[in-house]
Every structure is written in C-alpha cells, then in structure tokens.
C-alpha cells in the first residue's frame, strides 16, 4: 500500500476545508523569514515542496518579490488553490518523491511538514535526492511533527478520513538532514499552532547544503 497517497486522496478531498484552517496561520511566519535571509538575493529561485494551497509561497512572494518560486503537490486540488492564492508563483501537480523529474537546481527549498507522510524508505529517497536539485550553498527550510517512531501512523477522523502519519525524533531529523551533507544553521522546537487537530511538539530547522 501507498499510504503516502493514501494521505494525498484525504487532502485533496479535504482540500478546501484545510485551506480556510490554515491560510492566515502566521504561527510559523518568524521560521519562514529565518529560511528566507538565507536565501541568495536577486532572482533566487526556490521550490516549496507539498505546497498544499500555498501558505509558505505567499510568504515568500510577500517577503521576497525578487524570488522565483514553484510549488509542488501531490494534490490537484491543493495545486488548484494555491494558484488561485498566489498568483505570483507557479505551481505543479508533482510527487515530492521524484523531484529529480523536475529537470531542475534550487536555490533553495522549503519543506513545511511533508515529511511526515513519508515512510523511512521514501524519507532517505527525498533527502537523497538534494543533491541533484538543490544548489552549493543552497538552504532547506523543514518542519515537522516530532513523536515516537512507534507511534501508530494511521490516522482516521470521525468522518472517516484516514491519513498515514510518520513520526520521528529529532535526533532522527537531524540524521537525515545531515545524511544529505546538510549543514543545519538553525533549529527550535515549539508547540503545535492553536488550531492543531492535537497538540504535539513541531520542529523547525534551516539547513545549508555544504560541498559540491
């Protein structure tokens, strides 16, 4: 089983509703501005992964109106909607799992809390594969649930809405980003936003590719 697009079907379903949640959320607009003065001025392109309707694009074409931005997800609907929002940027229907396809380098790329529908295989897959499209020197923006591995990944709503869910430590974070010679410059731990489905503990980190 897929249970990576097992989450995509859910989303996209849901893609409206998760829209009007979490739009205006500001809760991580300080991390976004912290990727961002690391990012090379003048034309600077930078990919946001799993883009969902596309929360992190608007801030980095508010922040910074000199970038070029494209958006990737797995969800039409999302892409829909992110287009929709912000029509400065462009946005694909694309699988965060074979960013090579994109045919492209990156200054730099934002990843706000996709990882969390890869399994392992599929995580070390997405990591690997930095250093064919991101940049020397270029910078990663992450995000992600922190929890026990052991954690039970499915997740069903009351409605009956299921999604894959995969937590791990930060510790194992950190492991996979500096498995991709990922250098990280900044990293915190805070608390899940107000409107979170649960309350749980996010991690935010920015990390610089280091070598050729």
């Known amino acids: 089983m897929d249970t990576c697009q097992?989450?995509?079907n859910t989303f996209d379903r849901l893609a409206e509703t998760y829209a009007q949640k979490y739009l205006a959320l500001n809760t991580y607009d300080t991390y976004y501005r912290e990727f961002c003065s690391h990012v090379p001025r003048h034309g600077a392109t930078v990919l946001d992964v799993a883009c969902g309707p596309g929360n992190v694009s608007a801030f980095l074409m508010r922040e910074r109106?000199?970038?070029?931005?494209?958006?990737?997800?797995?969800s039409p609907n999302m892409v829909q909607l992110a287009q929709n929002h912000v029509?400065?940027?462009s946005f694909l229907v694309q699988d965060c799992r074979q960013l090579v396809e994109l045919g492209r380098?990156?200054?730099g790329i934002a990843y706000a809390f996709g990882l969390n529908y890869l399994?392992?295989?599929d995580a070390e897959q997405f990591f690997r594969s930095l250093s064919k499209i991101l940049a020397p020197n270029g910078v990663l923006y992450l995000s992600a649930m922190l929890g026990p591995r052991e954690r039970p990944g499915l997740q069903t709503s009351s409605s009956g809405d299921q999604i894959y869910v995969h937590y791990r430590s930060r510790q194992?974070?950190?492991h996979l980003v500096q498995s991709a010679r990922l250098e990280i410059v900044f990293s915190e731990e805070i608390g899940s936003p107000a409107n979170a489905s649960k309350p749980i503990i996010d991690m935010v980190l920015v990390a610089r590719r280091i070598g050729t």
Not at 66 to 74: A, E, M, N, P, S
């Open 119 to 121: 399994n392992q295989e």
């Open 65 to 74: 109106p000199d970038l070029q931005v494209l958006g990737i997800d797995l």
């Open 172 to 174: 194992e974070i950190e």
């Open 6 to 8: 097992v989450s995509v």
């Open 105 to 107: 380098v990156f200054d």
């Open 87 to 89: 029509s400065t940027a």
